[in-house]
């Protein structure tokens, strides 16, 4: 049974620095998507970043400047780091996994991280 | 950034029946490696998300096959046959293609009347 587990701090004052990271257990991938996607409380779906089996990238281009997403391959787990995090970054994360190796495609997602910055 | 609309914004559903979830984004989703990357995500209350729905069609593994999706460029659409007590939640639409970034609409609430 593959899982997620997503862990990180949950407060912060404005200007720090969001950390999380997500692992997968039970489950290793040779073809996936791991994605980074926030939701403000009671609000919708915001896409943060992507980072590939081949090491690419992408972001928000919101973010990008304060974004970095990485990937530790031999621990099976996936980092996200936000920087200068103010009030509206007040929000869920939320890891997720598309694996693409075989048809149909799978999808995993962590429990979530309620992250509220505040002085 | 492409903008996804859904409608409606909220569906009250007899159980039982089926449930139509519309999404129209405001450029073409189509690839130019000729995929459409289009892709609908469930929440159910108080939990993460889960995507259902790949490519416009293509379920994702475990997904009942009570839920299909259908459309083409800029017009989307996911059924639900048969609405269920567990299919309650918020539908979101999301889009792949044209990036950065990737877009997700407003979601729909699905309701039980």
């Known amino acids: 049974q593959v899982q997620l587990q997503q862990w990180g701090a949950g407060l912060l004052k404005p200007s720090e620095t969001l950390s999380l990271t997500c692992a997968v257990y039970g489950g290793s991938f040779s073809g996936y998507y791991w994605n980074w996607i926030r939701q403000p409380p009671g609000k919708g779906l915001e896409w943060i970043a992507e980072?590939?089996?081949?090491?690419?990238?992408k972001y928000n281009p919101s973010l990008k400047s304060r974004v970095t997403i990485s990937v530790d391959t031999s621990k099976n787990q996936v980092a996200l780091k936000l920087g200068s995090v103010t009030a509206t970054d007040t929000a869920i994360y939320y890891c997720?996994?598309?694996?693409?190796?075989?048809?149909?495609?799978?999808?995993?997602w962590g429990q979530g991280t309620l992250v509220t910055v505040s002085s | 950034d492409i903008v996804m609309t859904q409608t409606p914004l909220s569906s009250p559903v007899t159980l039982g029946q089926p449930a139509s979830i519309s999404c129209r984004s405001s450029?073409?989703?189509?690839?130019?490696?000729?995929?459409?990357?289009l892709s609908w995500l469930q929440q159910r209350p108080g939990q993460p998300p889960r995507f259902l729905i790949y490519?416009?069609?293509n379920r994702f593994s475990g997904v009942p096959d009570r839920f299909s999706g259908s459309g083409a460029g800029t017009d989307f659409t996911l059924k639900i046959s048969r609405v269920e007590a567990e299919d309650v939640g918020v539908y979101y639409c999301m889009q792949a293609t044209q990036f950065p970034p990737y877009t997700f609409g407003q979601g729909t609430k699905l309701e039980i009347k």
């Open positions: 450029q073409s989703l189509v690839h130019s490696d000729g995929n459409t990357y």
């Open positions: 980072i590939n089996h081949s090491g690419s990238t």
């Open positions: 490519k416009i069609s």
């Open positions: 997720a996994i598309v694996v693409v190796t075989a048809t149909p495609w799978d999808e995993y």
